[in-house]
């Protein structure tokens, strides 16, 4: 059965220049987190991370190809420029998806109280290389069956009222959609079971840890955004997937634009990023494990909140004899002292030390 889609009138200026305005700034601001990144000390080697930032801005970018090359309002660009545009949109969408759950995956391996989980053993030696390949390797099939179906039958490429796509139903739509959706469901398990064990570790630290405010809506922040964010995608997702001819409602198609911007707010409220522009914030009363290295001491309020969490265990965290992955005992040697690698002794504390792993998605 023949879709009528290519009937369908272009969007009002005023929808149009807000869905491209989305997208061009969503695009933007992940090219300014990309740079404040790199000038972080704190995060110069966080490849996954700059990963993310690098697919979101380019992929953005080529969404809103009708804006920058002047066809916003033609209602028949050229063949070229939609065969991009529909060529690049889906697999962005893929590559979207699989970067933020390598966040996950990353956030995840490198939480000390995360890995005490037997599902952590299979994760916790996926390396940054690997992290960073995986968006590769399944957006870029996508891309290319993509741009092989459009320029083999050019006829299933036309304006919607908001961008070009090709014309539903499509198996390509379909199975680009569906890696989409499966992947988001992926990022929600992980990210709901990290947040329920860190959130059981916070409530046994109260009155043991005093921890800044502004730590705690950093938290609540990020939380929110993210899920906003996943659940965001992931009705959109069964959306397409359920409806064979969409309407392109303007205020769905936005939703999905704004996607970017949400995304960039979700990792900028961190607190690395915040005192690189000058946002500062005041330290805690009581500094973690992870302040420490190589006997200097950090300032905290260059402390990101993946830096709270230790990416190695301290003297505390041993493997038991069952070989649980990385099963977490409290000892004496945490807080009362112990013994260096090379054999000396540590100086003996008056207080105990207590680690601080606040390190939420």
Same mark, same amino acid.
């Given at each position: 059965?023949?879709? $009528? ?6 969007a ?6 807000a869905?491209?305005?989305l997208?061009i ?15 972080s ?7 996954v991370?700059?990963n993310?930032y ?21 209602p028949?660009p050229?063949?070229?420029i939609?065969?991009?545009n529909?060529a690049?949109?889906?697999?962005g ?10 966040c ?35 957006g ?8 092989e ?25 379909y ?13 929600v ?5 990290? &947040?329920?064990?860190l959130?059981? &570790?916070?409530?046994?630290?109260? +009155? ?11 938290l ?15 009705a ?5 997937l359920?409806?064979?001819?969409p ?12 996607i ?19 946002i ?26 993946? $830096? ?9 965290? &041993? ?13 004496s040697?945490?807080?009362? +002292?112990?013994?260096h690698?090379?054999?000396t ?13 606040s390190?939420?998605?």
């Amino acid at each position: 059965m023949e879709s $009528d889609d290519t009937n369908l009138p272009l969007a009002s200026r005023a929808h149009l220049r807000a869905y491209y305005s989305l997208l061009i700034t969503g695009s933007a601001l992940h090219l300014l987190l990309l740079l404040f990144t790199l000038a972080s000390r704190n995060v110069k080697k966080h490849a996954v991370v700059l990963n993310f930032y690098f697919i979101f801005c380019v992929t953005l970018w080529f969404d809103a190809i009708l804006l920058w090359t002047n066809n916003l309002y033609n209602p028949s660009p050229p063949m070229a420029i939609q065969t991009i545009n529909a060529a690049t949109r889906l697999p962005g969408m893929v590559m979207n998806a699989s970067t933020t759950l390598m966040c996950v995956v990353k956030f995840w391996a490198t939480s000390n109280i995360a890995l005490s989980t037997r599902v952590s053993k299979y994760i916790y030696h996926a390396n940054s290389k690997f992290l960073v390949a995986v968006p590769y390797l399944l957006g870029i099939p996508f891309l290319i069956a993509y741009i092989e179906e459009t320029v083999r039958h050019p006829e299933i490429v036309f304006r919607t009222p908001f961008y070009a796509s090709v014309r539903p139903p499509s198996k390509l739509i379909y199975a680009s959609t569906s890696v989409s959706l499966a992947l988001m469901a992926a990022v929600v398990v992980m990210a709901v079971w990290l &947040v329920c064990i860190l959130s059981k &570790v916070r409530a046994t630290q109260r +009155g043991l840890l005093k921890t800044n405010w502004a730590v705690n809506v950093q938290l609540v922040a990020r939380l929110l955004l993210f899920f906003f964010y996943a659940f965001a995608s992931i009705a959109l997702h069964i959306r397409t997937l359920a409806v064979p001819f969409p309407t392109y409602e303007p205020r769905n198609e936005e939703l999905f634009a704004s996607i970017g911007i949400i995304a960039f707010a979700l990792f900028f409220i961190q607190a690395d990023i915040l005192a690189h522009m000058g946002i500062r914030l005041r330290r805690n009363s009581l500094l973690s494990f992870s302040a420490f290295r190589k006997g200097d001491l950090y300032h905290q309020d260059h402390l990101s909140l993946a $830096d709270m969490s230790p990416k190695q265990p301290p003297a505390c965290v &041993v493997r038991s004899r069952d070989k649980d992955y990385a099963r977490i005992e409290y000892q004496s040697t945490c807080s009362w +002292g112990g013994f260096h690698e090379d054999g000396t002794d540590v100086k003996r504390h008056g207080t105990p030390q207590y680690t601080h792993t606040s390190h939420i998605v």
